[in-house]
């Protein structure tokens, strides 16, 4: 999976997360949201520190160049890449 492809995964993933439940929601519906967020905020507990910031900051919070004042860009994109393999890989229990 290339860079992209696991950024477009990972908002994909957030988006759900974020998901408010309106009292009309199926309960079936209702019960996959709420293991969507348990299994996200499961696996955010598994990062450290910075990968837990770039995860907040690029697909909860949504905060554009928050990174300007923690890391270059080249670190950046190398720290963003590792935090999203391992975040793919510990979603799927690897």
């Known amino acids: 999976m290339n860079f992209r492809e696991m950024e477009n ?4 993933i957030f988006l759900r997360y974020k998901v ?5 929601i199926q309960e079936c519906e209702a019960y996959y949201c709420d293991e969507i967020k348990k299994l ?7 990062l450290d520190k910075e990968e ?3 995860i907040e900051k690029d697909f909860i919070e949504n ?3 928050w990174w300007n004042d923690y890391y270059s860009r080249a670190t950046y994109y190398r720290l963003k890449k590792a935090c999203m393999k391992k975040f793919i890989r510990l979603i799927n229990g690897q």
């Open 9 to 12: 995964l990972l908002q994909y």
């Open 20 to 24: 408010t439940k309106p009292s009309y």
């Open 40 to 46: 996200v905020e499961n696996t955010i507990k598994l």
């Open 52 to 54: 837990k910031r770039i």
């Open 63 to 65: 905060e554009n160049n």
